[in-house]
């Protein structure tokens, strides 16, 4: 059991023995990918509560990346110039965004500069929280370009499914949703790339039932 485990109390200290076993003492990186709207954050939840992973999420990372004298702030400013930043020197995301989402050559280039910048912080996160978990999700919606997982699930969501949270959620529109799509990967490059599937388009039980079903394999 982790000293972490042990101070947080029994009963994760008992589930933190019990996966121990379950994957034959190593620690498991599993990678959560899918397209926008799928609700892979839906699943990092469930991950979080009930198994008490260590979860990453590479859009925080860009995030933290994005903060001012970062790799990634400095990046962008040369891509799309300083009308980015605010009058306090740090980055509009808004604005960034809106850039972005009109402009497709410039997306390509920052997702060029920004993508390994990502997986490089990933890398070091996984490295630093092994001695601490024993499960560690990374969600992301694009593919490193090495495998750094011991298996990777894609969230499948019907897009009709998928448009509609992201109108509640966000406030996207039609055309916006499906300009974002677009430039993701498609189902087919998510199922050659992932190792198994998470079918989202039931209840949150179906997903539980699903996610512990998919973590029982791991052993075997």
């Known amino acids: 059991m982790h000293e972490k485990c042990s101070k947080i109390g029994s009963y994760i200290g008992s589930f933190c ?11 498991m990186v599993l990678g959560i990918f899918g397209g926008v709207g799928a609700g ?13 992973a260590y979860i990453i999420e590479a859009d925080k990372v860009a995030h933290q990346l994005y903060q001012r004298k ?10 799309l110039g300083d009308s980015v930043c605010r009058e306090d020197g740090e980055l509009d995301r808004e604005k960034m965004a809106n850039i ?15 993508h390994p910048l990502v997986w490089k912080k990933i ?20 593919f490193p370009k090495k495998k750094l997982f011991d298996v990777a699930w894609y969230v499948d ?8 949270r992201l109108k509640a959620s966000r406030g996207y529109t039609q055309e916006r949703i499906e300009s974002m799509i677009k430039r993701q990967p498609s ?31 791991a052993k075997s």
């Open 123 to 142: 890398e070091e996160d996984i490295a630093r929280e092994r001695k601490a978990y024993d499960l560690i999700v990374v969600e992301a919606a694009l």
């Open 157 to 164: 969501t019907p897009q009709n499914l998928r448009c509609m």
């Open 17 to 27: 023995s019990y996966w121990k076993n379950l994957v034959g003492g190593k620690v």
């Open 187 to 217: 189902k087919e490059e998510y199922m050659k790339f992932c190792d198994q599937i998470l079918y989202n388009d039931g209840s949150k039980k179906d997903l539980e039932d699903q996610i512990h079903l998919r973590l029982m394999e």
């Open 40 to 52: 892979k954050s839906t699943v990092l939840d469930i991950l979080r509560e009930k198994y008490f």
């Open 70 to 79: 970062e790799a990634g702030y400095l990046a962008i400013i040369d891509i």
């Open 100 to 114: 972005l989402y009109h402009h497709p050559q410039l997306l390509d280039r920052v997702n060029q500069v920004i």
